[in-house]
């Protein structure tokens, strides 16, 4: 039976070979400079006695859901949270997932039909590649934020169109040209779908909110386990799509729902991050911070996500192992994650790191180059 799974062994040798094979490893110590957690929610005091004490006044909050929200899994918790949700980001609907992952599937295996064509940016996540498989619909990439190779792809094609994008993107850092793709999108009748995993917390309630993109976004992504330090994610969304979704999106129906306490700190952290906007505030200065060291970067410049190409795996691992043994905790993206030559430190600035930790992360960084 082994010799019928060869392939899979060869496969890891050569990673093993060349220095990119992943493997679970165990929290490190060390400055965060690789974590999503941009406002520190996940770690931060207050917010988790906020959830404590709701807790405690309220312990079935951790009780499992015990199956799909389309079973037993609905209850009133989620319902308002939705309803906040959609609120705060000025649409008429919310869906909950568990991950934006799922979110993701959701939305693209189920909305376009073999009829119609998916226009993703080429550098989109992962998980919109992996739904688009999940769909019958034909699937185009333009380049990367280029708005007019994006309109010459939209000129040619003659059925409904899904353009899908990030409003920032988690590997180069740097923020889409929204309000041109949406004025572009709209005047060849597609749907824009932005994703904002990122953007969301770093800049209020995302791009889309910030630019006043509502009508002109058939739906925006946004998640949970980043800024805001929890789980889960929302589709923003019309009561129509929302509907359709709730009746076709398989990994909406087949899915069983997390518990309330998911709910509840999803609402409590939308609360905790209105009357806590001093913490995207220190990010910003951190970041500039970090960008005033002029290391040069693809990145944007108001951006917490800040890459340092680095093409050459050997020398990229060497850097990595050098800020750890100096107590930074970063992370390298190796080809075949990225294209090969364009392998890269990924910086993640946090709202909680000092000048001090700033200052000698870029310093090494540059000694080392």
Known sequence: ????????????????ESGTLRVLKSQKEGVDFYSNDYLGLAGNKDFQQILLKKINEKPELLKGSTGSRLISGNSLTVAETEECIAKEHQYESALLFSSGYNANLALFST????????????????????ACRMSNAKKLKFRHNDVDDLERILKKQTGLCYVAVESLYSMDGDIAPLKEI???????????????????????????????????VSATVVTYGKALGTHGAAILMNDLIKSYLINFASP??????????????????????????????????????????????????SSPIQAIIIPDNQ??????????????????????????????????????????????????????S
């Open 252 to 301: 909406f129906i087949y899915t069983t729902s997390a518990h309330d306490f998911l709910w509840m700190s999803i609402f409590s952290g939308y609360e905790f991050l209105k009357a806590n906007g001093r913490l995207s505030i220190q990010l910003q200065e951190n970041i500039k911070i970090f960008r005033e060291q002029n290391l040069i970067t693809p990145s944007s410049e």
């Open 182 to 216: 949406a004025e572009i999108t709209a005047k060849y009748n597609a749907q824009l779908i932005v994703d904002e995993a990122h953007a969301f917390g770093v800049f209020g309630n995302g791009l889309v909110n910030e630019f006043n993109l509502q009508e002109k």
């Open 315 to 368: 020398k990229l691992k060497a850097l990595k192992d050098t800020l750890f043994d100096n107590g930074f905790l970063t992370y390298a993206v190796f080809s075949p994650s990225v294209k090969e030559g364009t392998e890269r430190l990924r910086i993640c600035l946090h709202s909680f790191n000092t000048e001090e930790e700033i200052l000698k992360l870029t310093g090494i960084i540059r000694d080392f």
């Open 111 to 130: 909305l376009p039909t073999r009829h119609d064509t998916i226009i993703v940016d080429e550098k989109i996540h992962r998980s919109v590649h992996d």
């Open 1 to 16: 039976m082994l010799n019928n799974f060869r392939h899979f062994q060869e496969a890891l040798e050569k990673r093993k």
